[in-house]
């Protein structure tokens, strides 16, 4: 899911894009604009044409979903205590 955090004047609108399309949400969280289809892009275009400055751009996990994919580990080098080495190869 992509979000984005945008600012004007003190105001703050907050848009984000996903499978079921692209939503803009005002101050208390209420729909400013909804679209059944990524509009992100074209969105973001037009509120900056309308002078709003993002503050915070970026794809985070969508709301109740893991942070990262299943089966990825930080620092994961393969089966636990097996080590290759150069010579492993040349032995085989």
């Known amino acids: 899911m992509r979000e984005t955090k945008l600012e004007r004047a003190g105001e703050r609108r907050l848009m984000r ?13 209420h729909v400013v604009a909804e679209h059944g289809t990524d509009m992100h892009e074209a969105l973001l275009a037009e509120l900056q044409d309308e002078g709003w400055e993002v503050q915070a751009d970026g ?3 969508p709301p109740g979903a893991a942070a990262t994919p299943p089966g990825a580990v930080a620092g994961d080098s393969g089966a ?13």
């Open 59 to 61: 794809d985070r996990p």
């Open 80 to 92: 636990p205590g097996l080590k290759a080495t150069e010579n492993d190869a040349a032995s085989g």
């Open 17 to 29: 894009t996903d499978d079921a399309g692209t939503v803009l949400l005002g101050a208390a969280g």
